[in-house]
């Protein structure tokens, strides 16, 4: 068990990274470690991550009442308390706004693709909770939906939330959200992922066990039956296949040429006018 004088030097150093790397803006973040089983270390209210200080943390208890510290604790408190409460294996717990990672929260696009072997077998998938306005009790309700299956999270129109079973493993999750989104990102600019099939997600969620990843759920058998008030299973879209990687049309999500009936077409706009023209047209005629 690290000494609480590590822990606070812990917090000062992922702060300062993550404000060196663009997930934090001014004073946003935060950054929480459980000291002992009644205890919390916590980065204070209204201070830029990137120049802190270990003198500046607040102790809390599990409820969230101050026991020690000058400052007052980070304003966002409410929902790492909601963390902790649920996830009694969770000894840290982190929060930025990730610019490539919050911009898919701002687009309510998650990250659930089979794209990246790792973040199957690490992440499994990050949902988005649903919108909550910041330092409110609805945040850590939106939060509560997820946390308990997932060690990674988007907050809707607002960042990313992790979890870890220490001070820099929830950090490491946190760049590899980022990691994973930017690299989401620009192969959807390529034209599209091409997706893991699911029986290559179900070998790598196996390979969970043998590397000693731990993991707080399962991958879904069927992300289709998820419950809605609080998910158990990890949603990982994956088509079946017997080869081992599938064009992401197979989603019915992709671009045009797709079959399914609900799949999504993509047009210019001169296309589009052309269609409607042509169909005023035969209206006329
Ligand atoms: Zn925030």
């Known amino acids: 068990m690290a000494t609480e004088a590590q822990l606070r030097a812990d917090i000062v150093e992922v702060g300062r990274r993550m404000y060196a790397r663009g997930y934090t803006a001014s004073n946003d973040g935060n950054i929480s470690v459980r000291l002992d089983a009644t205890r919390l270390l916590m980065t204070p209210k209204s201070v830029c991550k990137g120049f802190m200080d270990p003198s500046m943390m607040c102790i809390t208890d599990l409820d969230g009442k101050k026991l020690a510290g000058d400052r007052d604790p980070s304003s966002e408190m409410q929902m790492h308390l909601e963390v902790y409460r649920q996830r009694t294996d969770a000894q840290a717990v982190v929060h930025a706004h990730p610019p490539i990672a919050t911009a898919f929260a701002v687009a309510g696009i998650p990250l659930d693709r089979a794209v990246l ?3 199957v077998t690490t992440l499994g998938s990050v ?3 649903d919108y ?3 330092s409110t009790k ?9 946390i308990k299956a997932h060690d990674g999270m988007l907050l809707a129109n607002h960042g990313a939330l992790t979890v870890g079973s220490d001070l820099y493993s929830a950090y490491f999750k946190m760049e590899t959200i980022e990691h994973f ?5 620009i192969a959807r600019m390529l034209g599209g992922e091409r997706l893991l099939s699911k029986e290559e997600v179900l070998r790598l969620q196996g390979l969970r ?3 000693g990843i731990s993991s707080p759920a399962p991958i879904c058998a069927d992300p289709d039956s998820t419950p809605s008030d609080q998910a158990d299973c990890q949603v990982v879209f994956a088509p079946p296949s017997r080869t081992r990687l599938v064009p ?17 077409i993509r047009l210019t706009y001169s296309e589009l006018t052309a269609l409607i023209e042509d169909a005023v047209k035969a209206l006329k005629n």
């Open 117 to 119: 072997a790792e973040v």
């Open 181 to 185: 989104a930017h690299i989401s990102f």
């Open 132 to 134: 909550a306005t910041p």
């Open 127 to 129: 949902p988005i909770a």
């Open 209 to 211: 066990g043998m590397y």
């Open 138 to 146: 609805e945040l850590p309700q939106a939060v509560s939906k997820y």
């Open 248 to 264: 992401s049309t197979s989603l019915g999500t992709g671009p045009a040429g797709a079959t399914s009936p609900d799949a999504e």
